[in-house]
């Protein structure tokens, strides 16, 4: 067996992501695929569109072999978080020979040489990341800047790596090659360049649309406009998703929740949540009190320093409760289990694997983690269970619709 992973949102899986498995699985040569896959709420601090296990069947018909949940705590993180969450579960399952990611940029080298200068993190380039800071950039956009002022101090072109901190990709790219690193990990890394529209295009540009692009367009129009841009099967699930709740999910659905939330806090209790700087608590408190819509609210509060994904997260964090201890917990322990949420015959062969090469509780039925009496575990599905209850109550208003992960089983080909 050689099996190739992919850390993924699928939100929802397109001719881009169709184009990337089948690119890695010609580079590597290999025999099966793993999708660790995030489930009810995406990296940007938003719900899926469509639920996870619709995501989920819509991987596996276009010819992923495995899909695993990347719980939510490690989905709704930065780039950092969020690459460093799902190249553990990788690590972890100690038989993933390949881990294939996309970038704008496919000189790897390039990008190891950025991810080595992040790692060791010389002194010269601290210096300059604290100047940037101090000028009120973003923590990403100071990295950026001061990767690029730093490199050319060493003699490097800086035209070249300047370009590539500009893109999504490549920025998530360098973070799975720091989490590799971190973990002294075997798993090779293979870089695919991106086909088609950019990660952020919001609009429609080629024939290989982004996701942003399909999901702003499923939003503002009708389904039957983004036909051309799905495969056969994302369409079919995607209608399927429809039909059923008559709607997809996004962020305004929780304005209410939201306008609850604000209106019972204080800006004490913001400061237990990730990302959150010195006076931006304030901030959130007093913009939250003048606006109603919270896309309005985010925007508002949004600035160089602090980007719109970024408060997006936090209140996705604030939604589910979820705290800076907590998060910091869960990453300072192991990984001990896997859940399943998709698979074909091939996907039992690495299961099968998996078992035989690690001790992870391999968790199929939902109810089952609570037999393992592992505080860890319990710590871990239980916030899942809440970001389910959460996820479905953006969607569905007249028949609440809670314990899915107990309802639902895993798809199975």
């Given at each position: 067996?050689?099996?190739?992973?992919?850390?993924?949102?699928?939100?929802?899986?397109?001719?881009?992501?169709?184009?990337?498995?089948?690119?890695?699985?010609?580079?590597?040569?290999?025999?099966?695929?793993?999708?660790?896959?995030?489930?009810?709420?995406?990296?940007?601090?938003?719900?899926?569109?469509?639920?996870?296990?619709?995501?989920?069947?819509?991987?596996?018909?276009?010819?992923?072999?495995?899909?695993?949940?990347?719980?939510?705590?490690?989905?709704?993180?930065?780039?950092?978080?969020?690459?460093?969450?799902?190249?553990?579960?990788?690590?972890?399952?100690?038989?993933?020979?390949?881990?294939?990611?996309?970038?704008?940029?496919?000189?790897?080298?390039?990008?190891?040489?950025?991810?080595?200068?992040?790692?060791?993190?010389?002194?010269?380039?601290?210096?300059?990341?604290?100047?940037?800071?101090?000028?009120?950039?973003?923590?990403?956009?100071?990295?950026?800047?001061?990767?690029?002022?730093?490199?050319?101090?060493?003699?490097?072109?800086?035209?070249?790596?300047?370009?590539?901190?500009?893109?999504?990709?490549?920025?998530?790219?360098?973070?799975?090659?720091?989490?590799?690193?971190?973990?002294?990990?075997?798993?090779?890394?293979?870089?695919?360049?991106?086909?088609?529209?950019?990660?952020?295009?919001?609009?429609?540009?080629?024939?290989?649309?982004?996701?942003?692009?399909?999901?702003?367009?499923?939003?503002?129009?009708?389904?039957?406009?983004?036909?051309?841009?799905?495969?056969?099967?994302?369409?079919?699930?995607?209608?399927?998703?429809?039909?059923?709740?008559?709607?997809?999910?996004?962020?305004?659905?929780?304005?209410?929740?939201?306008?609850?939330?604000?209106?019972?806090?204080?800006?004490?209790?913001?400061?237990?949540?990730?990302?959150?700087?010195?006076?931006?608590?304030?901030?959130?408190?007093?913009?939250?009190?003048?606006?109603?819509?919270?896309?309005?609210?985010?925007?508002?509060?949004?600035?160089?320093?602090?980007?719109?994904?970024?408060?997006?997260?936090?209140?996705?964090?604030?939604?589910?409760?979820?705290?800076?201890?907590?998060?910091?917990?869960?990453?300072?322990?192991?990984?001990?289990?896997?859940?399943?949420?998709?698979?074909?015959?091939?996907?039992?062969?690495?299961?099968?694997?998996?078992?035989?090469?690690?001790?992870?509780?391999?968790?199929?039925?939902?109810?089952?983690?609570?037999?393992?009496?592992?505080?860890?575990?319990?710590?871990?599905?239980?916030?899942?269970?809440?970001?389910?209850?959460?996820?479905?109550?953006?969607?569905?208003?007249?028949?609440?619709?809670?314990k899915m992960d107990y309802l639902t089983s895993p798809y199975i080909k």
């Amino acid at each position: 067996m050689k099996a190739v992973g992919f850390i993924t949102e699928y939100n929802p899986f397109h001719y881009g992501h169709k184009y990337h498995l089948e690119k890695s699985k010609d580079i590597t040569n290999a025999t099966h695929t793993i999708a660790v896959m995030s489930g009810s709420f995406v990296q940007r601090g938003e719900p899926s569109l469509i639920d996870k296990w619709t995501k989920a069947k819509m991987a596996i018909d276009n010819g992923v072999d495995l899909v695993i949940e990347l719980p939510f705590v490690y989905s709704v993180q930065s780039a950092e978080l969020f690459a460093y969450g799902g190249i553990r579960i990788l690590d972890a399952m100690n038989i993933v020979d390949f881990v294939a990611f996309g970038v704008e940029n496919e000189n790897i080298e390039q990008l190891i040489k950025i991810s080595d200068t992040l790692i060791d993190e010389p002194a010269e380039f601290s210096v300059l990341l604290r100047k940037y800071l101090s000028q009120g950039l973003s923590f990403s956009s100071s990295r950026s800047r001061a990767i690029e002022d730093y490199l050319q101090e060493k003699g490097t072109d800086e035209t070249a790596y300047s370009s590539i901190l500009k893109k999504s990709n490549n920025i998530l790219a360098i973070e799975y090659l720091k989490a590799l690193h971190r973990l002294n990990s075997k798993i090779q890394p293979i870089a695919i360049k991106r086909q088609g529209d950019d990660y952020n295009d919001v609009g429609i540009k080629s024939n290989i649309a982004s996701a942003t692009g399909i999901r702003n367009k499923v939003l503002k129009d009708k389904l039957d406009s983004i036909t051309s841009y799905l495969p056969e099967a994302s369409y079919k699930y995607l209608k399927e998703f429809y039909d059923k709740y008559q709607t997809f999910n996004c962020f305004n659905n929780y304005n209410h929740i939201f306008q609850y939330i604000f209106r019972t806090i204080d800006a004490d209790y913001l400061t237990n949540f990730m990302d959150m700087e010195n006076g931006l608590e304030n901030r959130i408190i007093s913009i939250s009190k003048k606006y109603y819509e919270i896309e309005k609210i985010v925007e508002k509060i949004a600035t160089k320093r602090y980007p719109s994904t970024r408060i997006k997260r936090i209140f996705i964090h604030l939604l589910n409760d979820l705290t800076k201890e907590i998060i910091k917990e869960i990453y300072n322990n192991p990984v001990e289990y896997i859940r399943i949420l998709g698979s074909n015959k091939k996907g039992f062969e690495i299961l099968n694997e998996i078992k035989a090469n690690t001790n992870l509780s391999i968790i199929t039925k939902f109810s089952d983690f609570e037999k393992l009496n592992n505080e860890s575990i319990n710590l871990m599905l239980n916030i899942e269970k809440k970001a389910t209850d959460l996820y479905y109550l953006g969607i569905e208003k007249q028949n609440p619709l809670v314990k899915m992960d107990y309802l639902t089983s895993p798809y199975i080909k």
